[in-house]
C-alpha cells in the first residue's frame, strides 16, 4: 500500500507513522526527517537547506522531488511506503504522479490550538528521532531518551516565530493539496485531535481495517 500522510505541522504524522510502520510493515519516508540528518551530518544537501528548515519556510521543489524520486527507486518501497511530509505543494504532487501512483491520502485535521499546544511541547531525540511530548509523553529521565538512551532536543523549527512561519506555509501551500486529492478520490480524513492509540484506531478505520 502506497500512503502519504498530510496534515498541517505537529498534527501527529510522524508519530502516527511510527505506529503504521509495525502495522503495516512499509518503510517511513520523512522529507523533514531527511532534512534535518542531512543538516546534523553537515552533508551538502543539509548545508543548503539549514537556514530554510530552521526559519520554517519550504524547501526549494526540485531538490525536494529529485530527493524523493531517488528514495523511492530503492528495493524496499516496492511493497508501498509511508510518505510523510511530501507532497507539500501542488507542482510536487504532480511530479510525484509521474513516478508513483498513490493509494490513499490520509488527512489528519487537527486545529490551529491543538497545533501549538503539540509543537510547544515537542522534544525530539536526536539520534533514533522518537518524538516525545512534555505534558502528553514525557520522556522517564529528563532530556533522555526512553528507548535508546539519546539526547532529547528542542527542534530549531519549533520556535514561537518558526511554528508561526509552517502554519503560514501550510495554508497557502500544502493545505490546497486536501481538495487536490479529494478531487481524485484518494483523500481520506482523520480526526487527529484524540490521544495517539485513539488515532491510532481512527486511522485503521480510515483503511477500513
Ligand atoms: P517536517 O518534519 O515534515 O515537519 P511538519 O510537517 O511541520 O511536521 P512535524 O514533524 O512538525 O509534525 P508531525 O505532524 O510529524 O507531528 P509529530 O508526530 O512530531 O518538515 C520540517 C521542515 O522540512 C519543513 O518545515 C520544511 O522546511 C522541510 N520540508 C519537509 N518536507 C518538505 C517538502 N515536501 N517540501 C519542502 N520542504 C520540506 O507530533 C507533534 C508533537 O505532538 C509531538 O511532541 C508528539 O509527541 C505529540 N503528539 C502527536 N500525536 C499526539 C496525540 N494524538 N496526542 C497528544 N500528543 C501528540
Do not use: W
Not at 544537501?45 to 531538490?63: N, Y
Not at 507532497?87 to 511530479?95: K, S
Not at 486545529?111 to 510547544?120: K, N, T
Request: positive net charge; charged residues 30%.
Amino acid at each position: 500500500m502506497k500512503l502519504i500522510f498530510l496534515g498541517p505541522p505537529g498534527a501527529g504524522k510522524g508519530t502516527l507513522a511510527a505506529k503504521a510502520v509495525d502495522i503495516l510493515n512499509l518503510p517511513h519516508i520523512s522529507t523533514g526527517a531527511i532534512f534535518r540528518s542531512a543538516m546534523a551530518a553537515a552533508t551538502p544537501l543539509g548545508l543548503k537547506v539549514k537556514a530554510i528548515v530552521e526559519s520554517g519556510k519550504l524547501v526549494d521543489d526540485a531538490t525536494t522531488i529529485e530527493l524523493v524520486k531517488e528514495r523511492l527507486a530503492q528495493d524496499d518501497t516496492k511493497k508501498g511506503y509511508i510518505l510523510d511530509g511530501f507532497p507539500r505543494t501542488i507542482p510536487q504532487a504532480q511530479a510525484l504522479a509521474k513516478f508513483s501512483s498513490v493509494d490513499k491520502v490520509v488527512n489528519f485535521e487537527l486545529p490551529d490550538s491543538a497545533v501549538l499546544e503539540r509543537l510547544g511541547g515537542r522534544r525530539v531525540c536526536r539520534k533514533c528521532g522518537h518524538n516525545f511530548h512534555m505534558i502528553f509523553d514525557k520522556p522517564k529521565k529528563e532530556n533522555v531518551c526512553d528507548h535508546c538512551g539519546g539526547e532529547v532536543y528542542t527542534r530549531d523549527d519549533d520556535r514561537p516565530e518558526a511554528i508561526e512561519k509552517r502554519l503560514e506555509v501550510y495554508r497557502a501551500q500544502t493545505a490546497p493539496l486536501i481538495e487536490f486529492y479529494r478531487g481524485k478520490g484518494l483523500l481520506v480524513d482523520v480526526d487527529a485531535r484524540p490521544a495517539v492509540d485513539k488515532v491510532v484506531e481512527n486511522f485503521k478505520r480510515s483503511l477500513g481495517m
